[in-house]
């Protein structure tokens, strides 16, 4: 039993420790001049910080050792390789995410990307449409309006759009 208390004290101080860290790493970014170099320390921090408290007090509500009946668990399911061809099938989902950015462009190849993966892994049409609009929203909302990311010309934008 002494064994369990100093296991939940240690993973509370981590946590803390966690937390600390990313409120250090939220006070440096404030000092910033430049936002736009501190905005995905605001936003990863700022959730960071968030989580860490909320896994502090859970920890703390639990008690010395006792399991938690309910709650969230976080251990993922054991899958089972559907293919054959196992880690060539990730590495073709890659390199033709790649390629299709070389060719048509980072900003069009998120959301055909999205809907691909997701029909051919079991999402219905409502889903993988849902995903590719949040995907292309957030490409959008993040790297285009917010940051200005300047994208490399796709091959194809060569082809249509060259000067005569």
Known sequence: MNGDRRLHY????????????????LRVAHGWDELRASIIIFVLGGIGVCLAALQVVMDLRTGHGEKQAG??????????????????????????????????????????????YAKTYGGGWLLSCLLAALA?????????????????????AGLFFSPA
């Open 10 to 25: 240690e993973g509370v101080l981590f946590t803390l420790f966690i937390g600390l860290v990313l409120l250090w790493a």
């Open 71 to 116: 709650g969230i668990h976080m251990d993922a399911p054991v899958l089972q390789s559907g293919s054959r061809w196992g880690n060539v099938e990730i590495w073709a989902w890659v390199l033709g995410f790649y390629a299709a950015i070389r060719i048509i462009g980072f900003p069009a190849t998120v959301p055909l990307f999205v809907v691909a």
């Open 136 to 156: 292309w929203g957030f490409v959008y909302g993040v790297f285009e309006h917010i940051l200005h990311v300047p994208w490399p010309e796709p091959f194809l």
